[in-house]
């Protein structure tokens, strides 16, 4: 027996310590090299850790939830199992079954199985745990994306064709319904859900933003009729079977503009250091809703985009926030952020900063209503502004005026696209 210890590595960035996550193994394991073993989540992002050697897995340390420090005992591989696997001896490998057993005629099972992969299965972190949870070898499974990477629609038809070629039980005649069911167990009056991962991650930092940030919230109602009545127009006007366009990235050229004249508003806070850093550029968060929790994936340099290459970045960036395809840059480096609930939008709310920014611009349902117009009393599509600003460094009067500067864009698109 050769055991090799591995301890967590540096993850970069000046990390001391990550959460586990997941882990991909357990004792009795048997691995090869650079397959995934655990994931871990930093302050930074969720990473897979690779196996530096391949053999059988005696111990691991840590349990989901558990924060382990860097270079402190993570996984303990029998190197020796390992060699001994790779020449077909290992003990706790099965044999392949015999012809006589394989001669029942049922091919459907031969046809689940993918030809054997080498080396690292290239997928996302969401679909290794949800493979894990079933039980699935992610080497027997075909990948349709780039490279053969695994999607999602790759690993439910391998679960599908795998149910689909189980045995199916023979039937028997009906038996008689007895004269009376045993008492159902009771649903649990409790359940614990252990916080860890990204929604630990999420909870601490709206914990911090909350704690720490003395929110000024403004709410302002928007007659957007007549933005209603461009979008619909463009919308008419672009390519058959293209996107679309939705309130999003008008808001956010409005934004754009806006910011303009009050540069105070797109700004980090270095609480360290005690400094405010004013940004020329407009890197807009755009909150995201996940299977995982609420990301803020990132357009950088907005203010160098126009309408529609606004709607496609912001539309590219939310899907890879939501398949966790978006890189470390791609969530990180947001100087301001809007966010939305969409149809679910409510009349107002009372969005958290996005830290270390000093702002956040919430966008709320779109309904008609009817509104005092020229004297006369019209049905008008209205939207409410919900927003949050760091009142020590955005005063009250300004946060006012910059939503009432966004209103008069939105209330009249045509000067969103105005130079001056």
Wanted: with cysteine; glycine share 8%.
């Amino acid at each position: 027996m050769s055991n090799y210890v591995f301890k967590l590595p540096d993850l970069g960035e000046g990390t001391v310590e990550a959460e586990i996550v997941g882990w991909r193994v357990k004792p009795g394991d048997t691995v090869a090299e650079d397959d995934v073993i655990v994931e871990v989540m930093t302050e930074k992002a969720a990473v897979e850790v690779p196996a530096p050697v391949g053999g059988r897995v005696v111990s691991t340390t840590g349990t989901p939830g558990d924060m382990v420090p860097v270079g402190a005992e993570l996984i303990v591989i029998d190197t020796g199992a390992g060699r001994a696997a790779a020449a077909g001896t290992s003990p706790s490998v099965p044999p392949p079954p015999s012809a006589a057993a394989g001669s029942n005629g049922n091919g459907a099972v031969a046809q689940v199985a993918a030809a054997p992969r080498t080396g690292r299965v290239a997928t996302s972190p969401a679909i290794r745990r949800r493979a894990h949870e079933a039980g699935i070898d992610l080497q027997q499974v075909a990948g349709s994306g780039p490279n053969g990477r695994i999607v999602a629609k790759d690993l439910e038809a391998y679960a599908a064709q795998r149910s689909a070629s189980a045995p199916t039980p023979l039937r028997s005649a009906p038996k008689a319904v007895p004269a009376a069911r045993p008492a159902e167990a009771a649903a649990p009056a409790t359940q614990e859900i252990k916080v860890i991962g990204l929604r630990r991650l999420i909870a601490q930092r709206m914990s911090e933003a909350k704690r720490n940030i003395p929110h000024f919230a403004y709410v302002e109602e928007l007659d957007i009729t007549e933005l209603e009545s461009l979008r619909r127009h463009l919308n008419q006007k672009a390519q058959s079977g293209g996107a679309t366009l939705t309130y999003l990235p008008f808001l956010a050229l409005a934004l754009v503009r806006v910011l303009r004249q009050f540069p105070q508003c797109n700004a980090h806070y270095d609480a360290e250091r005690g400094v405010l850093i004013r940004h020329a550029a407009v890197h807009l968060g755009v909150a995201t809703q996940t299977p995982d929790g609420l990301k803020v994936p990132v357009v950088h340099n907005a203010q160098e985009l126009t309408l529609w290459q606004l709607a496609a970045q912001m539309r590219r960036v939310s899907e890879a926030a939501r398949t966790n395809k978006a890189t470390r840059e791609e969530l990180s480096g947001s100087t301001i952020t809007i966010t939305s609930l969409g149809k679910l939008g409510g009349i107002a709310s009372t969005p958290i900063i996005n830290s270390p920014e000093v702002a956040i611009i919430g966008v709320n349902r779109a309904v008609e209503r009817p509104l005092v117009v020229h004297g006369a009393v019209a049905v008008r599509l209205t939207m409410n502004l919900s927003s949050s600003f760091d009142h020590r460094f955005v005063d009250g009067y300004d946060a006012a005026a910059m939503i009432q500067a966004l209103k008069e864009c939105l209330e009249h698109p045509a000067t969103i696209f105005l130079d001056t």
